[in-house]
T-cell receptor, first 114, second 111 residues
Framework: EAQVTQNPRYLITVTGKKLTVTCSQN?????MSWYRQDPGLGLRQIYY???????DKGDVPEGYKVSRKEKRNFPLILESPSPNQTSLYFC?????????????FGSGTRLTVV | AQTVTQSQPEMSVQEAETVTLSCTYD???????LFWYKQPPSRQMILVIR??????QNATENRFSVNFQKAAKSFSLKISDSQLGDAAMYFC????????FGAGTRLTVKP
């Protein structure tokens, strides 16, 4: 089944404790992206990657890191999480960019930082 | 930067009736894509319908259709014969080089 697999589904952590949210797609998509969803703000892009080893900032990159060492994987790293990073996070992929095909989304990660 | 506005934070509809969700966007481009995504309580993002800006014909997918007014930069979603399973958050999105989302409209369906 073609899908984006995102883990974990729920995560509660403490301020400052490094964490990684994993994302993997099995569709050979070139383009991958991370979004955060907050009430009243919709989804905002954190980082995106157009191909292996090519990443770029989205609208809200502060406090996040990403890497794209393999085509299928695009982990999101929070080096020192803070409470304002409490949010719902989505990984998404697209064949060559979201403009024509739209995205296939992962199932989301609900992150709480206390 | 392109912005997407959904002016209705919440809407409700009676089962079997029709509801229209509004969306406007701001862009200076002539070719782009517009999407509606549904997010049920499971929080999975599901593509409902897509519209290509260079196509004048409004897109339709079963009970879902859009009213695309390019000059007005408006892209509303009409849901006909509403069903309980249509209850969800609906996001409008604009896409060209990246994808930008509106704040969402929460739709409640009353039995």
């Amino acid at each position: 089944e073609a899908q984006v697999t995102q883990n974990p589904r729920y995560l509660i952590t403490v301020t400052g404790k490094k964490l990684t949210v994993t994302c993997s797609q099995n569709m050979n998509h070139e383009y991958m992206s991370w979004y955060r969803q907050d009430p009243g703000l919709g989804l905002r892009q954190i980082y995106y990657s157009m191909n292996v080893e090519v990443t770029d900032k989205g609208d809200v990159p502060e406090g996040y890191k990403v890497s794209r060492k393999e085509k299928r994987n695009f982990p999101l790293i929070l080096e020192s999480p803070s409470p304002n990073q409490t949010s719902l996070y989505f990984c998404a992929s697209s064949p060559s960019g979201p403009f024509f095909y739209g995205y296939t989304f992962g199932s989301g990660t609900r992150l709480t930082v206390v | 930067a392109q912005t997407v506005t959904q002016s209705q934070p919440e809407m409700s509809v009676q089962e079997a009736e029709t509801v229209t969700l509004s969306c406007t966007y701001d862009t200076s481009e002539s070719d782009y894509y517009l999407f509606w995504y549904k997010q049920p309580p499971s929080r999975q993002m599901i593509l409902v319908i897509r519209q290509e800006a260079y196509k004048q014909q409004n897109a339709t997918e079963n009970r879902f259709s859009v009213n695309f007014q390019k000059a007005a930069k408006s892209f509303s979603l009409k849901i006909s014969d509403s069903q309980l399973g249509d209850a969800a958050m609906y996001f409008c999105a604009y896409s060209l080089h990246d994808m930008r989302f509106g704040a969402g409209t929460r739709l409640t369906v009353k039995p």
